[in-house]
């Protein structure tokens, strides 16, 4: 049941930003005046589709009209994907013959480059529109929440503490950036390629030197940094196996067994080790000092609660949210360009973390949730634009970068020229498809 409500949410998400993408170059080529004789959702690979306006028999008999349409819309089987076929113009069909001939007004090529920079920049354009929308939705209805870095300490994995990172460190700068967002302070040390960390231990101020070779692992470790949680009782489970211990809100457990516990997570480690059993813990409470007896469930857990962090919320109304949907728009486009310099660097390692669908699908939730589908749309809404702007024939940056030299030099690359770069670019995504399915694969076996 969880992969196949994994599964739906991926096919909807990729079909709506798929239609968006494309209707970017439809909505462009039609201002224009330019022929789209095809309009599809996933790739009709072979002839082969699910749905057609023009070759599903169904359809044409309901309605006969959908023969005289100039475009033909449909739904294909092959979900990688979706294309916009337009007139005049070398792309992925690769159909060469209607090249032969002579110009036509309405088509692509008869065009001046202007308009087909347009045409070919719709697409990442209605991407980043698309964003914006909805995360201003999200500003509107559910505000920007985020746990602030400032006042917060962390729980560092192993690579963090290779790199001299320590639990209940408070990171106060990478360099000369102040992080605001705890939750991105993994994603800042990697994007901004971070040489100094400058930290708060034990009320003094420390500087970290950041290995630069470690930059790659850094995109490959997951929850680098955690949120250190003070192992302070908020309440304690009615139901759970301490509901009788003697456990009071405000109770600070300082010892398990005589092993020292700073945090939740060293507490959590312990008990790991120990389901069913009962466990001594020592117990701070106001200026006394206290110890008490801990039953463990048979998963690991004592039925308690600790205080939640202190989370910063931010409610946008009207004009706001969009100002505020636009500016997290803007940003995240950065962070996404920063993320393509790492991956253009093979040394950083960043090719590790392309992912497929595979890794598209675990990011999902197990259960329908709205704001969770609409700020996951904006994101990969994102990620689909930024990746079209890669400087690759085949896909629109470099269709972009062909038609800039063009305005720039007054040469127009010739034909034979567009369909050889079209093939090497389709070659260069394949490998950037396999990599992508290698990459995930290797993680679930792992």
């Known amino acids: 049941m969880v992969f196949l409500m994994k599964f ?45 306006t023009r070759r599903s028999k169904w359809f044409t008999r309901i309605c006969p009209s959908a023969l005289k349409w100039e475009t033909e819309y449909g739904i294909g089987w092959l979900p990688l994907g979706g294309y916009c076929k337009i007139a005049g113009m070398i792309d992925e069909s690769m159909d060469m013959e209607q090249m032969k001939r002579e110009p036509r007004d309405w088509e692509f090529r008869s065009h001046n480059p202007w308009q087909r920079l347009l045409v070919m920049a719709g697409g990442v354009l209605y991407n980043f529109i698309f964003a914006i929308l909805a995360f201003s939705l999200i500003m509107a209805i559910w505000g920007q929440s985020y746990i602030p870095n400032e006042g917060s300490r962390i729980y560092p994995n192993a690579l963090a503490q290779e790199m001299g990172f320590r639990a209940g460190d408070e990171i106060l700068s990478f360099d000369d950036y102040v992080p605001e967002n705890f939750g991105m302070l993994q994603a800042d040390l990697a994007r901004r390629k971070v040489r100094q960390a400058h930290i708060l231990r034990d009320g003094d101020t420390l ?3 950041v290995d630069g070779a470690m930059l790659g692992e850094v995109l490959n ?19 759970g196996v301490n509901a009788g211990s003697g456990l009071l809100k405000g109770d600070v457990i300082c ?11 060293d507490g959590r480690k312990i008990f790991s080790e120990k389901p069913g059993q009962t466990v001594e813990a020592r117990i701070l409470r106001g200026g006394a000092t206290l110890t008490i007896p801990l039953q463990i469930d048979s998963i690991g857990r004592i039925g308690v609660y600790m205080k939640n962090p202190q989370i910063r919320t931010q409610k946008y109304h009207g004009m706001q949210a969009l100002s505020a949907g ?25 090719y590790k973390s392309v992912g497929s669908f595979i890794a598209i699908g ?10 969770q589908f609409v700020f996951l749309l904006g994101l990969f809404s994102i990620m689909l634009g930024v990746m079209n702007l890669l400087p690759i024939p085949g896909l629109d940056g470099g ?22 770069a079209q093939m090497v670019g389709m070659v260069l995504l394949l490998g950037l498809m396999l990599l992508a399915f290698g990459n995930d694969i290797g993680r679930l076996i792992r």
């Open 8 to 52: 739906l949410q991926v096919v909807l998400a990729l079909s709506i930003l798929i239609v968006v993408h494309e209707f970017g170059h439809f909505s462009f080529a039609k201002l224009f005046r330019i022929r789209v004789e095809k309009f599809f959702l996933f790739f009709d690979a072979g002839g082969t589709f699910l749905f057609s």
């Open 207 to 209: 500087t970290l030197y």
């Open 221 to 239: 470790s997951p929850l680098m940094f955690d949120l250190a949680i003070p192992f302070c009782i908020d309440s304690v489970a009615a139901d």
């Open 255 to 265: 010892a398990i067994d005589s092993q020292e516990v700073s945090f939740l997570q």
């Open 326 to 350: 636009l500016k997290f728009t803007g940003s995240t486009i950065g962070g996404y360009l920063r993320d393509l310099r790492l991956l253009a660097t093979p040394s950083s390692g960043a």
């Open 362 to 371: 675990q990011v999902f939730p197990a259960a329908w949730d709205w704001y």
């Open 399 to 420: 269709h972009i970068v062909f038609t800039l030299f063009e305005i720039v030099t007054g040469r127009k690359p010739s034909d034979r020229f567009m369909a050889a």
